[in-house]
């Protein structure tokens, strides 16, 4: 069983930074790839970016290449998702998760990736 907790989110204006981070219970954190996701109101969840057990290799959705960058700390058990050049189009919940039986990121980026584990969210409000 693998628990996610999601912070970090909050109200910023277009332009500004925030910095999600995704804090996961158990040993086993450094054996999985995670992935963070998000939700618009009114749209489908939607990938984010993605990054493998060591950290080495990461995968970001093009809406968010050169202004998101995932991380790892593995001996904190967490994920980041560093966010700047925010848009209001960034306005969403955002979710991280993970599941044991991937092994490729490419995973993560199938629209109905049916993912075993997820945090609640955090709330992103990108004023304009």
């Known amino acids: 069983q693998v628990q996610l907790v999601e912070s970090g989110g909050g109200l910023v204006q277009a332009g500004g930074s925030l910095r999600l981070s995704c804090a996961a219970s158990?040993?086993?954190?450094?054996?999985?790839?995670m992935g963070w996701f998000r939700r618009a109101p009114g749209k489908e969840r939607e990938f984010v970016a993605a990054?493998?057990?060591?950290?080495?290799?990461?995968s970001h959705a093009d809406s968010v290449k050169g202004r998101f960058t995932i991380s790892r700390d593995n001996t904190k058990n967490t994920v980041y998702l560093q966010m700047n050049s925010l848009k209001p189009e960034d306005t969403a919940v955002y979710y991280c998760?993970?599941?044991?039986?991937?092994?490729?990121?490419?995973?993560?980026?199938?629209?109905?990736?049916?993912?075993?584990?997820w945090g609640r969210g955090t709330q992103v409000t990108v004023s304009s």
């Open positions: 158990g040993r086993t954190f450094s054996y999985y790839h």
């Open positions: 998760a993970t599941d044991p039986s991937v092994t490729q990121l490419a995973r993560f980026t199938v629209p109905s990736a049916n993912l075993a584990y």
């Open positions: 990054i493998t057990q060591s950290g080495g290799a990461t």
